[in-house]
């Protein structure tokens, strides 16, 4: 089973800022199988990122993704009010399908 | 895109089955090759319980082996969950999604085990 370990637990910074999140792999991720999502309180996970870098459709461009192998950053170059919310990252490329245990993006 | 929307019983008792199901709406679940549960107790992570395609065939998490069946209607457009043998531990709210990187997801079902 491949182990996600996101990093840092808890981000916190102010509207306008650059966020940057980053999950680590236990073992390489074949095929870039590497997807993002972001969760608000009491709603369902929603697709960010996936192939590693590729944006899901409606997403906007200020969120981009990068790595390959065993590290991969999200990035959100400005944020917005409705950006802060939980993040998690996911890989897809072996069965079970794993989950990291999520970063929390917070207001300062 | 579809939208996908699980329903079932919100209780569950000790050592009984949960049985949950997805309705695939907005489009054919052939749209799709596979169709996934995946988990979230209060205040915790996500988990992936399992995965079934559109014409049966079945992934599913070795945590979950043991206890875990899914089916597929395809006259319904819909897919479901069964889960054995529970306990407060499986306390959760379960969601259904689609595809290889789960594009899309339902709204989730708060299932609560306890007697």
């Known amino acids: 089973e491949i182990v996600l370990t996101q990093s840092p637990g808890t981000l916190s910074l102010s509207p306008g800022e650059r966020a940057t999140l980053s999950c680590r792999a236990s073992?390489?991720?074949?095929?870039?199988?590497l997807a993002w999502f972001h969760q608000q309180a009491g709603q369902a996970p929603r697709l960010l990122i996936y192939?590693?870098?590729s944006r899901a459709t409606g997403i906007p461009d200020r969120f981009s993704g990068s790595g390959s192998g065993t590290d991969f950053t999200l990035t959100i170059s400005r944020l917005e009010p409705e950006d802060f919310a939980v993040y998690y990252c996911q890989q897809y490329s072996s069965s079970p399908v794993t989950f990291g245990q999520g970063t929390r993006l917070e207001i300062k | 895109q579809v939208q996908l929307q699980e329903s079932g019983p919100g209780l569950v008792r000790p050592s009984e089955t949960l049985s949950l199901t997805c309705a695939v709406s907005g489009g054919s679940i052939r749209s799709s090759d596979w169709w996934s549960w995946v988990r979230q107790p209060p205040g915790k992570g996500l988990e992936w319980i399992g995965e079934i395609s559109y014409s049966g065939g079945t992934n599913f998490n070795p945590s979950f082996k043991s206890r875990v069946s899914m089916s597929v209607d395809r006259s319904k457009n819909q897919f479901s969950l069964k889960l054995t043998s529970v306990t407060a531990a499986d306390t959760a709210v379960f969601y259904c999604?689609?595809?290889?990187?789960?594009?899309?997801w339902g709204q989730g079902t708060l299932v609560t085990v306890s007697s």
């Open positions: 999604a689609s595809g290889e990187y789960f594009a899309d």
């Open positions: 073992q390489s991720v074949r095929g870039s199988s």
């Open positions: 192939g590693a870098s």
